[in-house]
């Protein structure tokens, strides 16, 4: 409701009090006003909907006992408008003896929900709000129902049903008072195209651009397809030269009568332009990205200079420092305009140290971490740019202002070291006096406690002052008052001149605004999901504050689920300052069922395949459950999983498996059942702390060894154990990392006290890190150590509980499962209690999608924990090629074992050089 209307309201209020008072006196219009004047003796509120008093009565100027005069209703009215709750506020007064009683009339806002349509109409399997621009969450008027109608028949006037008809139907939830729409749309028959036309090219180019464009008379016309191709056309412009030629629809005249389209295309700008760039090697792709006129950005002169900009700073940013890039326009023989970009790149200067002199505040290595020229490094050079230099010296200069060295100043100093073309480049540092905050000062806080306030800053008293620790500040108190239900403060700061000891005095002066608070918080979109799966994950309750920080959380907390494609968290009317307000949880959920599959290869096991089966949200629990079904040459398995989300009353995730698998390894083959239940619970973003009991059942069949050596192995055994693990991944990429961390730590104890036949315990973790290097170069490292020991009498772990390495994920000097101890007999292994592997990999790009690995392996099994000497490790050098594709890396290794003992060599399945190719990261 706009101030128009609300002068109209108070006009019609004021003059219904005064026509009801006259009519039920008698008097004559002289005496219509004696309302006004006489004692308010009660409010009434008359609603479409229940009124809750004490939401209203406190904040309302009016009260019984006050005098009834014409601003007081003014003010009443101007309140109540600004809760933003009502469609419409009407007021009324009537005499009641010597008093007077208001009654104030209500009409509750009403706000779109969902909005569907029926009919043949093609979205796309997405829904209508995906695809059309449609007021969901809106204040419902019919202006703009009117408006969202109209969006609807463009929609389809755009897929060329001229004809269509959309009519609307609202259904009302009056609890909640959402409205939810239905379209019916009559799509009517697809318009055709009458006729084409293509203006500003040559007639034979027209008939290609009509073929492009795949347009011609009587076929089927789509808007919205011929404007996708419009934009694929600028391609074809490019890859012909015509650089500056951009085509539009020029005119679209619909004949109702024949239901069809007379179709213009205008083409613009239409001529060949040839671009060249002499004097430097600039890769194509990144020509396309510095000059503009060759992305089809337009020809002017703007963008001609927008490209000289760009090419100079590009060579310069390679260490041309003397770089010079000039454009020269003109035509050739026939006639095609010529545009040429002539560079001078001058000496190349490079940077062979850079120094800090002055630092005591900052370490060097904070100072290196924030600059952009660094010093020169094994295999990497580093290159000189006055942009860069520049660049740095304010980056050092704002590194120290920060922190509160407000006169800090950076004089960088580059030094010839052999020449002119190498430089040494030093930074004089003068930091000056530290600036402090002598006091911090709040006013204007009166539901806040100025202690409390001090708690969510980070300027303190005696500390560092600086404006960039002001405005944090700043924007930690607002934070911290819409935490509190003040959804509109304005905080601003006054700071003073530095005193004698160059301390400052800082008052933040706060207007606090009205306090909200939640009034019913609505759940919208839970077709299948319970109530009671969402309200576990709403951090909060009604009558607390509107917290927007509570209300972030919620909305994660809701995602994390995976329950939900879109989540919403708001409240009802974001513009009210209403002193209760409806938080409305907006949800649209995602397919309940999912289905996936995998491919993936191995040397050993050849070609691998997966197939998987999930419901995300079983009976509307938010339980999951998926099927796996895995199979290659050597493995077939069976898993079932089922998550429980948030058992109470723990707030973590438990987890139910059951699998059942086959296989082949190298010294024998196995059978195992497997049951287990874990918890699991994050820590932070990327860390998981899990608890996992596991019971499984194994029988060892086919023994390539002697029996002897492991007594009855053939024999099923159970195993009971439970586990401890925790989980840290902080990589960049799952497939392809090229930062991060990826840790993994598992403590486990098997005993006979939990249902098993052996007592043992095992720790097993592994750590990798990744980085990218300066330059091209990118580092894989990883370290993995297992152990495991008996106790309780026991002499010795099963064989299917030992750790084997050697492959193309391990040890890359052995074939699968080669390394470690082997039977003396057979020379097949037999698996130690201990393990300990180093790999470190520098990978380079050749091209854009193949980068070429150099790798070194180092480590081995052994017997055990005591056995583990250096002499024994194993190493492996090797190269290998990793080809980036969609489903992940494949990877190529060629491994040569350099200290393979000479017993092995030419026995089978032993050999120095070993080829692997599998697919997805080494480790």
């Known amino acids: 409701m706009g101030l128009a209307q609300i002068r109209m309201v108070l006009f019609h209020c004021l003059a219904v009090m005064l026509a009801r008072q006259g009519a039920a006196a008698g008097h004559s219009p002289a005496s219509e006003s004696a309302l006004f004047g006489k004692v308010i003796q009660g409010i009434e509120y008359k609603a479409d909907a229940r009124v809750e008093r004490s939401h209203y009565d406190p904040f309302l100027p009016m009260k019984p006992g006050d005098v009834l005069t014409r601003t007081l209703v003014q003010q009443a009215i101007q309140k109540l408008y600004e809760m933003g709750e009502f469609s ?49 969450g809106e204040r419902f008027t019919p202006e703009k129902l009117e408006e969202a109608r109209q969006a609807v028949l463009k929609y389809m006037h755009d897929r060329g049903y001229f004809l269509a008809e959309v009519q609307t139907q609202t259904r009302r939830d009056e609890r909640e008072r959402q409205v939810d729409t239905v379209f019916e749309v009559s799509p009517g028959a697809l318009a055709t195209i009458l006729s084409v036309e293509v203006r500003g090219v040559p007639s034979a180019e027209a008939s290609t651009i009509l073929g492009k464009l795949k347009v011609e008379k009587g076929k089927a016309y789509n808007r919205e397809r011929v404007r996708r191709r419009l934009g694929n056309l600028k391609q074809y412009f490019l890859e012909r030269g015509f650089l500056g030629a951009t085509a539009t629809i020029a005119s679209e005249e ?17 001529g060949e332009i040839r671009v060249t760039v002499e004097g430097f090697k600039i890769p194509k792709p990144q020509l396309r990205r510095l000059i503009p006129i060759l992305s089809g950005g337009g020809v002017d002169e703007e963008l001609l200079q927008e490209g000289t900009r760009n090419l100079l700073e590009h060579v ?30 001058g000496r190349k200067v490079t940077v062979a140290d850079v120094l800090f002199r002055g630092n005591r505040a900052f370490t060097e290595e904070q100072l290196l971490a924030a600059i952009q020229i660094q010093p020169a490094r094994f295999l990497q050079k580093s290159v000189y740019s006055v942009q860069k230099l520049d660049a740095d010296q304010e980056a050092l ?108 005095l800082v008052e933040f002066r706060t207007e606090e605004g009205p306090q909200s608070l939640v009034d019913d918080i609505i759940v919208l979109g839970n077709r299948h999901t319970r109530a009671s799966v969402i309200q576990k994950r709403i951090r909060f309750k009604e009558n607390e504050p509107v917290s927007l920080g509570k209300m ?111 296989d082949r390894e190298i010294s024998f083959d196995a059978k195992r059942l497997n049951l287990s239940y874990q918890f699991g619970h994050p820590l932070n973003t990327h860390s998981w702390a899990l608890l996992r009991y596991n019971f499984r059942r194994v029988q060892v069949q086919n023994l390539k060894i002697e029996e002897s050596a492991l007594e009855r192995e053939d024999l099923p055994r159970n195993l009971s154990t439970l586990s401890l693990i925790y989980v840290n991944d902080t990589r960049d990429n799952f497939f392809n990392a090229e930062k991060g ?58 064989i299917s509980e030992r750790f084997f390495a050697g492959g193309g994920s391990s040890l890359r000097g052995f074939a699968t499962d080669r390394a470690g101890p082997l039977d003396p007999t057979t020379n097949q292994p037999t698996g130690g209690n201990a393990l300990l592997i180093g790999n470190l990999e520098i990978k380079i790009p050749l091209l854009r999608f193949i980068q070429l690995a150099g790798f070194f392996d180092s480590g081995n099994v052994f017997s055990n924990l005591s056995d583990i000497r250096f002499a024994d490790f194993s190493h492996t050098l090797g190269l290998g090629l990793r080809v980036k594709t969609p489903f992940g890396p494949i990877r190529i290794d060629y491994g040569f074992n350099l200290n393979l003992p000479a017993r092995l060599r030419g026995v089978e399945g032993f050999g120095r050089r070993q080829l692997f190719v599998t697919v997805g990261a080494p480790f």
């Open 741 to 798: 961390f990826f840790t993994s730590t598992d403590l486990g104890v098997t005993t006979r006290l939990l249902g098993g036949q052996n007592d043992f315990v095992s720790l097993f973790t592994q750590t990798s890190y990744f980085k990218r290097l300066r330059g091209p170069l990118l580092l894989a490292a990883s370290l993995r150590f297992g152990a495991a020991h008996p106790f309780g009498g026991d002499q010795g772990l099963p």
């Open 254 to 270: 619909f004949q109702a009568a024949e239901n069809a389209v007379a179709l213009e295309i205008e083409v613009s700008s239409f």
């Open 397 to 504: 200069r704002s590194l120290y202002q920060a922190a509160g060295y407000l006169d800090a100043r950076i004089i960088a100093l580059p030094e010839p070291v052999k020449g002119v073309e190498q430089l040494k480049i030093t930074f004089e540092i003068q930091e000056g006096l530290l600036a402090q905050t002598r006091e911090v000062k709040f006013s204007g806080n009166r539901h806040l406690a100025s202690g409390f306030l001090q708690t969510k800053i980070p300027l303190k008293q005696h500390g560092p002052y600086s404006p960039h620790l002001a405005e944090q500040a700043r924007q930690a108190l607002l934070a911290a008052y819409n935490d509190a239900g003040f959804l509109q403060p304005r905080v601003t700061y006054n700071v003073s001149e530095p005193d004698s000891r160059n301390t400052y």
């Open 316 to 345: 310069e940013s390679l260490g041309y420092p003397e770089a010079d890039v000039s454009v020269i326009e003109g035509r050739d023989k026939n006639g095609v305009r010529t545009i040429q970009y002539k560079i001078e790149p």
């Open 88 to 136: 419409y506020i009407g007021v009324e007064a009537s005499p009641e003896g010597d008093a007077a009683r208001v009654q104030f009339r209500l009409l509750f806002n009403y706000y779109f929900n969902e909005f569907k349509i029926s009919g043949d109409v093609d979205l796309g399997g997405r829904s209508a709000w995906e695809v059309i621009p449609l007021p969901v």
């Open 552 to 662: 972030l959380q919620t909305q994660q907390g809701l995602y994390n689920t995976g329950l939900f494609d879109r989540v919403r968290v708001s409240p009802q009317n974001p513009e009210s300052t209403a002193p209760y307000q409806d938080v409305v949880v907006r949800l649209e959920e995602t397919r309940q069922l999912v289905f996936g599959y995998g491919l993936g290869y191995q040397e050993t096991e050849g070609a691998r395949g997966t197939l998987e089966l999930s419901h995300l949200n079983i009976f509307g629990t938010g339980r999951r459950a998926d099927v796996r079904i895995r199979g290659s040459r050597l493995e077939q398995g069976l898993v079932l999983n089922m998550q429980q989300p948030q058992i109470l009353p723990l707030a973590v995730d438990s987890y139910f498996t059951f699998s059942a698998r086959k």
